[in-house]
């Protein structure tokens, strides 16, 4: 048991897109002991979460499954924060917009525990945005309601929901918003009707906003639940009623996006695929971060320690990753090492990830391969400069030997492989979950960038045949077809940028 003082952190984890939560409730995750989470919150939030952190799931699930009941829930709250913890209770949207999320706080405060409140994006908001309709607009409506769809039926009349100023305020311009409304619908709107609403007002239902699967459905009061019950529109949704609806036929826009739809995994090391993910998402798709590599300390750093002691004797010095620039450059200042010391010798990268690394470090780069892989160093060198020459490769622990063995071919009079780095295979959170997608098929495309991360992934998740891939560069690709992939998408540039840019015409020709 910590000594330290429990504190409970109320977040909203936003309205279902990764990159929706707040700053302050990311860092609440990245800072938790324990993590009490509903099933309307996206899965790939827990990644953000310490890995020795606490996940319980409370359910709140929208298919009837098992939950902890409120009061439980309540005092689980209390038990894990008496403990010294320090507990996130993620939920979806805001935690006090229809989260029960006031019922919570009342309990840790009427039990001394120290609480924050972290607002989160609703979906009230969000969902009806990402459909392309404003809940205001200054031509067509000065206001907004937010409604529950799954009211007490047990509150006194006076505090039930108004539906008849509700549809005063709509026929004066107004905009209702009805929230968990997916079940009850049918009687939201009826009840709106009823109040004197016009039959023909504008209404939507928007499903699962915000994310890839994203669904929306437009009719009017009336008809709207009749077509949302033939598309099998069921929940989560949002429904909104109000003229600005009828603004969705040309503001839609995230639907239009290129990626809208796709579900693409991204398997690089933890601190490289948030950039890529990021990217893929700005185009609309469902990225899930799923490391299958990270790095780690050589096994000894007496090869690399050995070469760095004599820098002045090699010619070359070629790296073949930014890792193993990283890495190198962390090597020379844990040693003392004066960056100039590098000067004497000429650099190779291979790529132009690795030379602007090297660039980035003030480092000129004297030559960059047109194909980014080893068998293309010796035309970028020049074999008169590689006969006779002392390289240093600083590269990982295991990585394939052709590229010593074509320089030794070539002339070099001595060639020097020093590990700066080791590849590991994580055991990444979401792994049950990735294998449930994985098993359904219910995955797009599976990115890779190197034959690492290919077999790492096939080692976690399991049978893969028939799954698309996208590999970086041609033997990142053979090895994804021997373990069973279709190469959908490999770019003639072996770069990310080039690789984002052909999965995004991989799809553009397959819609």
């Not at 990311?26 to 953000?48: E, H, S």
Request: net charge positive.
């Amino acid at each position: 048991m910590s000594d330290r003082r429990g504190s409970v952190y109320l977040v909203g984890a936003g309205p279902g897109a990764f990159d929706l939560i707040t700053l302050r409730g990311a860092d609440c995750l990245r800072q938790a002991d324990c993590v009490i989470y509903d099933a309307l919150v996206n899965p790939d939030l827990l990644q953000l979460a310490p890995s020795q952190a606490e996940l319980i799931f409370a359910g709140k699930r929208r298919t009837g499954g098992a939950s902890i009941a409120q009061g439980e829930l309540n005092a689980l709250l209390v038990n894990r924060a008496s403990k010294g913890k320090r507990v996130v209770r993620l939920k979806g949207g805001d935690p006090f917009i229809f989260g029960r999320g006031g019922e919570e706080a009342d309990a840790l405060a009427r039990a001394g525990i120290h609480f924050e409140v972290i607002p989160g994006i609703t979906s009230a908001i969000a969902a009806p945005a990402f459909a392309g309709i404003p809940l205001t607009h200054r031509k067509l409506g000065s206001y907004v309601a937010f409604v529950t769809g799954h009211e007490d039926q047990n509150k006194a009349g006076s505090k039930r929901v108004p539906w008849r100023e509700l549809a005063r305020a709509a026929r004066n311009g107004g905009t209702i918003v009805v929230l968990m409304a997916s079940t009850r619908m049918a009687a939201s709107l009826t009840s709106l009707t009823r109040a004197g609403l016009p039959a023909q007002t504008p209404a939507a239902a928007v499903q699962w906003g915000t994310t890839a699967a994203q669904r929306t459905v437009v009719g009017t009061v009336a008809t709207l639940a009749a077509r949302c019950a033939r598309e099998n529109l069921t929940a989560p949704a949002v429904v909104v009623a109000g003229q600005s609806v009828k603004l969705r036929e040309h503001l839609q826009w995230f639907e239009k996006l290129p990626l809208f739809g796709r579900r693409i995994v991204v398997t690089r090391t933890r601190e490289a695929s948030t950039a890529f993910a990021r990217e893929l998402r700005t185009l609309g798709a469902d990225a899930i971060e799923f490391p299958t590599i990270e790095t780690a300390r050589p096994t000894s750093y007496a090869a690399l320690d050995e070469a760095i002691d004599h820098l002045d004797q090699f010619n070359w010095i070629i790296f073949t990753s930014a890792t193993g620039v990283d890495a190198f450059i962390a090597r020379l200042k844990v040693l003392r090492r004066d960056i100039r010391a590098i000067g004497h010798a000429s650099l190779c990268a291979i790529g132009p990830a690795t030379a602007l690394r090297l660039e980035q470090y003030a480092l000129q780069v004297a030559a960059v391969p047109r194909e980014y892989r080893a068998e293309a160093i010796v035309p970028a060198i020049g074999s008169e400069r590689i006969r006779g020459a002392r390289i240093l490769i600083p590269r990982a622990q295991v990585a394939r030997e052709i590229l010593p063995e074509l320089l030794r071919d070539h002339g070099a009079s001595a060639v020097t492989v020093a590990p700066a780095y080791r590849t590991i295979k994580p055991l990444p959170a979401g792994l049950q979950r990735m294998r449930e997608l994985v098993k359904a098929r219910q995955i797009d495309l599976v990115t890779f960038t190197s034959s690492s991360t290919v077999s790492n992934f096939c080692d976690l998740v399991g049978d893969v045949e028939g799954l698309k891939a996208a590999a970086i560069g041609p033997i990142t690709a053979e090895t994804a077809r021997q373990h069973g992939f279709e190469v959908a998408v490999s770019p003639a540039s072996y770069t990310v940028p080039a690789l984002i840019e052909a999965i995004g015409g991989f799809f553009a020709r397959a819609s």
